[in-house]
């Protein structure tokens, strides 16, 4: 995935949400509650 430095700016959470999506391994993610999990994305999504 390329993107330009301004996208990315405006774009930080989105983009680090998709990043842990694709390397947190399958068989970790099944051993977090769908709880965890939700939390975890949204506290990178609203950027902290």
Known sequence: MQVTATE????FGY????AWRSL????????LRASEVSAALDAVISGF
């Open 8 to 11: 990315a700016k405006n774009r």
């Open 15 to 18: 983009i680090c949400a998709q």
């Open 24 to 31: 947190m391994s399958m068989p970790i993610r099944s051993r």
